[in-house]
T-cell receptor, first 114, second 112 residues
Framework: DQQVKQNSPSLSVQEGRISILNCDYT??????FLWYKKYPAEGPTFLIS?????DKNEDGRFTVFLNKSAKHLSLHIVPSQPGDSAVYFC?????????????FGKGTLLTVNP | SAVISQKPSRDICQRGTSLTIQCQVD?????MFWYRQQPGQSLTLIAT?????????ESGFVIDKFPISRPNLTFSTLTVSNMSPEDSSIYLC?????????FGEGSRLTVL
């Protein structure tokens, strides 16, 4: 049973336009959400996160929105750049406990066309 | 952030053999984590490596198959034992720092 779902395996957008990557989760205990970006032959790199006490977090061109009632979050990239082309992973965790465990989605391959 | 180095970056292995992956961090960390990403799948936590104690394994992963060492606060190894083609994956070492996980570049194993 996948607790974190990224239903779009791929997304293609034009340079300068907005990229919207979506993520749904089923575990109501999740209260911290992260997005990671992964280039080929590299490990995932942390991009942006959001706590469940917020519904929006912005960092430059990247904004994450959280809709707790819908158990849905999205990552907006605007404007999109060719260098943003990568696989984006959504991840979630439940606070508490000594083991910091992230549950990941399968990822969405974003391609930004020049 | 933390700088994490993994060795090997990739390898091709024969069925039935074992391979040890090394992970070196540039700072002392209490917990190190080992993840696996099978083709087309999400990253899955294998185990948490604690310095001075046995690793804590997630459901579906056992010590006999994935023995882990953690001799000090900057180093850990993961061994994939008695490999089969199903073990072909990217194995990633990670550490936690200021709330986020930082990952090594991964070790891509192909088992023939």
């Amino acid at each position: 049973d996948q607790q974190v779902k990224q239903n779009s395996p791929s997304l293609s957008v034009q340079e300068g336009r907005i990229s919207i990557l979506n993520c749904d989760y089923t575990n109501s205990m999740f209260d911290y959400f992260l997005w990671y970006k992964k280039y080929p032959a590299e490990g995932p790199t942390f991009l942006i996160s959001i706590s469940s006490i917020k519904d929006k977090n912005e960092d430059g061109r990247f904004t994450v929105f959280l809709n707790k009632s819908a158990k849905h979050l999205s990552l907006h990239i605007v404007p999109s750049q060719p260098g943003d082309s990568a696989v984006y992973f959504c991840a979630a965790s439940a606070s508490g406990g000594s083991n910091y465990k992230l549950t990941f989605g399968k990822g969405t391959l974003l391609t930004v066309n020049p | 952030s933390a700088v994490i180095s993994q060795k090997p970056s990739r390898d091709i292995c024969q069925r039935g053999t074992s391979l040890t992956i090394q992970c070196q961090v540039d700072s002392q960390v209490t917990m190190m984590f080992w993840y696996r990403q099978q083709p087309g799948q999400s990253l899955t936590l294998i185990a948490t490596a604690n310095q001075g104690s046995e690793a804590t394994y997630e459901s579906g992963f056992v010590i006999d198959k994935f023995p882990i060492s953690r001799p000090n606060l900057t180093f850990s190894t993961l061994t994939v034992s008695n490999m089969s083609p199903e073990d072909s994956s990217i194995y990633l070492c990670s550490v936690r720092n200021t709330g986020e996980l930082f990952f090594g570049e991964g070790s891509r194993l192909t088992v023939l």
